[in-house]
């Protein structure tokens, strides 16, 4: 997983599922969508994050749309949606990056603590 870009309340990250990301069944493991769409979104509260400030996830959310073949290369990117002074949430896709196709989406909730 390597991070692709950043702006204020927008992030995306590049990643390419390889054999070691499947599970017994031999697709990619659900996990590996959540761990880069969870990135992704927490990246993009970070991006509103007040300094002093450090945030934590209350929860998020995953749903797969459709399988990544492996060795395909996808871009996952999390917009905020709302940074408040105790919350931010955000939500994400995953898509192909030659294809655009949707493989996955995701939401968080995060509470902001002052350090």
Not at 36 to 43: E, P, T, V
Not at 84 to 106: Q, S, V
Request: neutral net charge.
């Amino acid at each position: 997983i390597q991070l692709h870009s950043v702006e204020a309340g927008k992030v995306s990250f590049r990643a390419t599922p390889q054999f070691a990301h499947t599970n017994p069944v031999g697709s990619v493991h659900g996990g590996w969508y959540g761990t880069l769409l969870d990135s992704a979104l927490g990246c993009a509260v970070m991006t509103a994050v007040p300094k002093g400030y450090w945030y934590t996830t209350l929860e998020y959310k995953v749903n797969l749309t459709r399988a990544i073949p492996l060795n395909t290369e996808v871009t996952a990117t999390a917009i905020l949606d709302h940074a408040g002074r105790t919350t931010a949430t955000a939500h994400a896709e995953i898509r192909g990056t030659l294809d655009d196709k949707l493989y996955a989406t995701g939401s968080t909730t995060c509470i902001l603590m002052l350090g």
